[in-house]
């Protein structure tokens, strides 16, 4: 089963942009994530409607993160690429009136919703900034040599 790495893609993507200091193209985001500038403006297209980034055309213009990276949590981003399923597991539904499957059913369910209640609590906590300060660090601790901030 191929799994769903959009909110990894679009942090990722975010992290470059506010490192970079100045507006980035899909281009040069592209680039860094390589992939295709179309992903990038998909990606990007949701978080420009919940106000995370911003877009200019024309000369020097391009994708700007919109708010402070403090205040943008990872819920934030979660919530701004349309919510998608946090568990790939789900409940068998062949049968809905056999009462073992309501059972079982019942069970993980309540676990599912556990379990992604927990991780979207996490999501809340974490904000842009400490990713940003975890990356300064890492690539502090690195020999002068290795610094290449985009691809480590």
Same mark, same amino acid.
């Given at each position: 089963?191929?799994?769903?790495?959009?909110?990894?893609?679009?942090?990722?993507?975010?992290?470059?942009?506010?490192?970079?200091?100045?507006?980035?193209?899909?281009?040069?985001?592209?680039?860094?994530?390589?992939?295709?500038?179309?992903?990038?403006?998909?990606?990007?297209?949701?978080?420009?409607?919940?106000?995370?980034?911003?877009?200019?055309?024309?000369?020097?213009?391009?994708?700007?993160?919109?708010?402070?990276?403090?205040?943008?949590?990872?819920?934030?981003?979660?919530?701004?690429?349309?919510?998608?399923?946090?568990?790939?597991?789900?409940?068998?539904?062949?049968?809905?009136?056999?009462?073992? @499957?309501?059972?079982?059913? !019942? /069970? %993980?369910?309540?676990? +599912?919703?556990?379990?992604? *209640?927990? =991780?979207?609590?996490?999501? @809340?906590?974490?904000?842009? !900034? /400490? %990713?940003?300060?975890? +990356?300064?660090?890492?690539? *502090?601790? =690195?020999?002068?040599?290795?610094?290449?901030?985009?691809?480590?």
């Amino acid at each position: 089963m191929k799994r769903d790495s959009r909110l990894s893609g679009v942090i990722h993507i975010l992290l470059h942009m506010a490192d970079a200091g100045e507006p980035r193209t899909s281009d040069q985001l592209a680039k860094a994530m390589r992939t295709n500038p179309v992903v990038v403006r998909r990606l990007l297209g949701g978080l420009r409607d919940a106000g995370l980034v911003h877009s200019e055309k024309g000369h020097g213009g391009g994708w700007t993160v919109a708010r402070n990276l403090a205040a943008i949590s990872l819920a934030d981003i979660y919530r701004a690429i349309g919510r998608p399923a946090l568990i790939a597991m789900g409940n068998r539904d062949d049968a809905p009136d056999c009462l073992v @499957e309501q059972a079982v059913n !019942a /069970a %993980l369910e309540a676990g +599912f919703r556990e379990a992604e *209640a927990l =991780l979207l609590a996490r999501f @809340e906590r974490v904000t842009l !900034a /400490a %990713l940003a300060d975890d +990356f300064h660090a890492r690539l *502090a601790a =690195l020999p002068t040599a290795c610094k290449d901030p985009v691809h480590g």
